[in-house]
């Protein structure tokens, strides 16, 4: 296991249509994370799964939104209508629960929107 | 305002200089992480600190729970430190990360 996967890396799309980015955690970690970066900012928080079951979201996500993790491994971001100010690194992260909260992130998901 | 203030946010250095960033927090946690993103957005855990102190190499993280701070330091700085430095602190039942807005850092051979 290589680490932390996302898939693309970079996705360019008009303002108004879908796009979903996929995380491939490391393996054994059962609680994955979403987070949203821009430009000169750290990253934050969108929402995390234990598992399967979806814990907690921001409320910087709104109803445009969506994620899955449905079998407990990788997770899927969907952002629907995409607007411009939807433009932004999506990083996705791992960990383990019974670990003391290391954090491993992948390499992250550019998106532009035009 | 952000639970977590990093300071400075840009900080430039001579090879070879001495270099302290500081992290304060406003609110209770279980732990302090110290991260290191590079140009094209891959980030990577330097330290994890609940109390006191870790060194890694040139790299040293210290933290004051009661004061509710941390630093890192990096001593004998390389232009290779050339990141943007994040501190991350831990909170809440889901283990929930909470990013400062990162120091960036040039050093100039």
């Known amino acids: 296991d290589t680490g932390v996967s996302q898939d693309p890396r970079h996705k360019i799309t008009k303002r108004g249509q879908n796009v979903t980015f996929r995380c491939d955690p490391i393996?054994?970690?059962?609680?994955l994370y979403w987070y949203r970066q821009t430009l000169g900012q750290g990253p934050e928080f969108l929402t995390y799964?234990?598992?399967?079951?979806?814990?907690?979201k921001s409320r910087l996500l709104s109803d445009r939104f969506s994620a899955e993790r449905p079998k407990g491994s990788f997770s899927t971001l969907e952002i629907q209508r995409t607007e411009q100010g939807d433009s932004a690194m999506y990083l996705c992260?791992?960990?383990?629960?019974?670990?003391?909260?290391?954090?491993?992130f992948g390499e992250g998901s550019r998106l532009t929107v035009l | 305002k952000n639970e977590v203030e990093q300071s400075p946010q840009n900080l430039t250095a001579q090879e070879g200089e001495f270099i302290t960033i500081n992290c304060s927090y406003s609110?209770?946690?279980?732990?302090l992480h110290w991260l290191q993103q590079h140009p094209g957005g891959g980030i990577v855990s330097l330290f994890m600190?609940?109390?006191g102190k870790k060194k890694h190499g040139r790299l040293i993280a210290t933290i004051n729970i009661q004061e509710k701070h941390s630093s890192l330091h990096i001593t004998a700085s390389h232009p290779r430190d050339s990141a943007v430095y994040i501190c991350?602190?831990?909170?809440?039942?889901?283990?929930?990360?909470?990013f400062g807005t990162g120091t960036s850092l040039t050093v100039i051979p």
């Open positions: 991350a602190v831990v909170r809440g039942a889901g283990n929930q990360f909470y």
């Open positions: 992260a791992s960990s383990h629960a019974l670990s003391t909260g290391e954090l491993f």
């Open positions: 799964f234990q598992n399967e079951a979806q814990l907690e």
């Open positions: 609110v209770g946690i279980s732990a």
């Open positions: 393996s054994e970690h059962n609680r």
């Open positions: 600190l609940s109390s």
